[in-house]
C-alpha cells in the first residue's frame, strides 16, 4: 500500500494496517465503515468530506497517511507483536526522514504495540521522533464503538489546533 506523503506535513497520519477493502482499492481506509475521512472533515482538518480515492489532496492540506504494519489483514488483531515492533522501527525511520511537524499514530494499542508504551493514552504524547511530536488518536474502525464520530471528532480536532 503506498503511502501519501511529503516532506514536512502539518500532520502524518498512521494507521495500523491496511484492511482488506484498502489493498484491493489501492486507498487508505477504504472500507465504507471507517471513520477516518468524515472525522478529518468533522475536525477542520478538510474543508469538504474527501472520498478515500481523494487521498491524493491530502499533501495540499498538509496531510499524509502511512501505516505501522505494511500487511493486510481482515482485522488488526491477525498482526504479530514482532510486526508492531518491526514497523514502529521502520516508521521511526519514515519520520525521521519526512519530518512531519506531529505524527498521529489512530489506535493507541497500536501505538502501545508498536512503540512498547503500555501505559500510552489517547493524546499528545512525551515520545517525539527527532523534531516530530507524536499524538495518539482513537482507531476510526466501524468496530471501536467506544468512540463516536462526534467524540473522534473532538480528539482529531484537538490535534488540528495543535498543529495550526
Known amino acids: 500500500m503506498p503511502d501519501v506523503v511529503a516532506d514536512g506535513l502539518r ?6 494496517n491496511p484492511g482488506l477493502m484498502t489493498a484491493a482499492t489501492g486507498h487508505h481506509f477504504a472500507r465504507p465503515g471507517n471513520r477516518f475521512w468524515p472525522v478529518l472533515h468533522l475536525s477542520g482538518f478538510t ?4 472520498k478515500p480515492s481523494e487521498q491524493h489532496e491530502l499533501p495540499s492540506y498538509g ?8 500487511r493486510a489483514t481482515a482485522r488488526a488483531d491477525e498482526l504479530t507483536a514482532a510486526e508492531y515492533a518491526e514497523g514502529g522501527w ?3 525511520a519514515k519520520v525521521e526522514r519526512l519530518r512531519p511537524r506531529w505524527l498521529a499514530v489512530v489506535g493507541v494499542t497500536a501505538y502501545r504495540a508498536a512503540f512498547g508504551d503500555r ?3 489517547v493524546g499528545p504524547q512525551e515520545r517525539t521522533i527527532g523534531e516530530s ?11 471501536n464503538a467506544h468512540w463516536t464520530a462526534a467524540t473522534m471528532a473532538e480528539e482529531f480536532g484537538r490535534l488540528r489546533v495543535a498543529a495550526s
Open 63 to 70: 496531510l499524509g497517511i502511512t501505516n505501522v504494519v505494511a
Open 133 to 143: 511530536l507524536v499524538w495518539v488518536l482513537p482507531n476510526p474502525s466501524g468496530l
Open 119 to 121: 501505559k500510552a493514552a
Open 47 to 50: 474543508p469538504r468530506l474527501l
Open 90 to 92: 521502520l516508521l521511526t
Open 11 to 16: 500532520v502524518l497520519f498512521c494507521g495500523i
